[in-house]
């Protein structure tokens, strides 16, 4: 497990990192951005998460940048629903299965609630069977399917929802 990973807001310079982790999960096939992608591309998506109430945290070993997580808006502009929000997390491949992405997930769940957001979402495809482990294992439940709707490197599949309300502090490990 980790024991020396330091999460933290995201800074301009961490940007080349935050690409490199995206475009792994590109190569992967585990999200519905299919093309890999440049540091000049992803500014826009980066300087997004400049908003406070919607930030980008980085998990760092050392000085090297190895995960990260962000909080996104939902249906902006639709005032009903302003208290739920995307909950999204990348863990670079050399990391993977060392307790980031639980660490990051728990970091970002309580700054929502923080935040005054009472229900956290994330989308996923549902051949992402890492992500759904990791979401259930830590008590979010699944909310929704929209089967076959995507095309991803050659193969179809489906976007998972998965969810949790953020009114108290989860008891799951
Ligand atoms: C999904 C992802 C975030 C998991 O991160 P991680 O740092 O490996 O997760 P953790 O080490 O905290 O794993 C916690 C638990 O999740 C489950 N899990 C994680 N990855 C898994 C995998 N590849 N297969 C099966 N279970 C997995 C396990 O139950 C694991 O506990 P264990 O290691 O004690 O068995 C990571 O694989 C990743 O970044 N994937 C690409 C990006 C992505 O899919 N993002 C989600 C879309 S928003």
């Not at 992967?28 to 300087?47: I, K, L, M």
């Not at 980085?58 to 995307?86: C, H, I, N, Q, W």
Request: contains cysteine.
């Amino acid at each position: 497990m980790i024991d020396d990973v330091n999460i933290r807001e995201a800074r301009q310079e961490d940007l080349p990192a935050l690409t490199r982790i995206y475009n792994q999960a590109i190569e992967d096939g585990t999200t519905a951005d299919t093309v890999a992608t440049t540091v000049a591309e992803r500014q826009r998506w980066f300087d997004a998460h400049r908003d406070p109430h919607y930030p980008l945290y980085v998990a760092e070993m050392g000085d090297e940048v190895v995960a990260y997580a962000t909080l996104s808006k939902y249906r902006e502009g639709r005032p009903a629903v302003r208290t739920t929000v995307e909950i999204s997390y990348y863990v670079a491949r050399e990391h993977r299965r060392r307790g980031l992405g639980t660490a990051l997930l728990r970091h970002a769940e309580s700054s929502a609630r923080s935040l005054g957001f009472r229900h956290g979402y994330a989308l996923l495809l549902d051949t992402n069977a890492g992500s759904v482990r990791l979401l259930e294992k830590l008590g979010w439940a699944r909310w929704g399917h929209f089967p076959g709707i995507a095309t991803v490197h050659g193969e179809t599949c489906g976007h998972l929802v998965y969810g949790r309300s953020l009114a108290a502090e989860p008891t799951t490990a």
